[in-house]
C-alpha cells in the first residue's frame, strides 16, 4: 500500500472506533439515567430494582397516612387496588396530596419493601390521572399484570 492510501485507512478506522465508543458511552449514559415506571403490584412481584431510582404510582390508601410529630416525615400506603407498598417521604407534600388521590412517586425501593421518596408529585385537578398509573390500576383491576400487557403489545 502507498503511504497516503495507508495514512487514510488507519484515519478511517479510527474515526469509526472513536464513532462506536463515542455512541456505546452514550447509549450506557442513557441506559443509567432512564427512571422506570412500577405499579404497587409489580413491586410485590419483585420487578422492581433494588436501591436503583424509580417512579411508582398509584393511590394513596385512605386512613394510611401518618405524619411523624416534629418533622417533615410522612409515611402512607400506595395501592393499585391488587397490592400495596408503604411509602416513606421526608420533605412538604404536595397541595393536592390527600387520601384516595392518584400520586407518582420518584425514588428509591430499599431491601426491607419500603419505597423512599425523594419527590411526590399529585395529579393537577379531578380529570387527570398520569397514564402510568391509570394503566396499571386498569390492569390490576382485569387481574393481570403490567408485565404481561407489555408482552402482549
Given at each position: ?60 390508601v385512605p386512613g394510611s397516612v401518618k405524619r411523624d410529630p416534629g ?83
Open positions: 500500500m502507498r503511504p497516503k492510501r495507508r495514512q487514510r485507512l488507519i484515519f478511517v478506522v479510527v474515526l469509526i472506533l472513536g464513532v462506536g465508543a463515542a455512541t456505546a458511552l452514550a447509549l450506557r449514559a442513557m441506559g443509567q439515567n432512564m427512571l422506570y415506571f412500577y405499579s404497587p403490584s409489580q413491586i410485590h412481584a419483585g420487578d422492581a430494582p433494588l436501591d436503583h431510582p424509580v417512579r411508582v404510582g398509584g393511590l394513596v418533622s417533615l416525615t410522612v409515611q402512607f400506603k400506595l395501592t393499585d387496588n391488587a397490592q400495596t407498598v408503604p411509602v416513606r417521604y421526608t420533605g412538604i407534600l404536595p397541595d393536592l396530596f390527600r387520601e384516595g388521590q392518584g400520586i407518582v412517586a420518584l425514588g428509591r425501593l430499599d431491601g426491607r419493601g419500603v419505597f423512599t421518596a425523594e419527590e411526590v408529585l399529585a395529579k393537577h385537578d379531578e380529570k387527570y390521572m398520569p397514564p402510568e398509573v391509570a394503566d396499571a390500576l386498569k390492569i390490576a383491576k382485569q387481574g393481570g399484570s403490567m408485565r404481561s400487557a407489555k408482552e402482549a403489545n
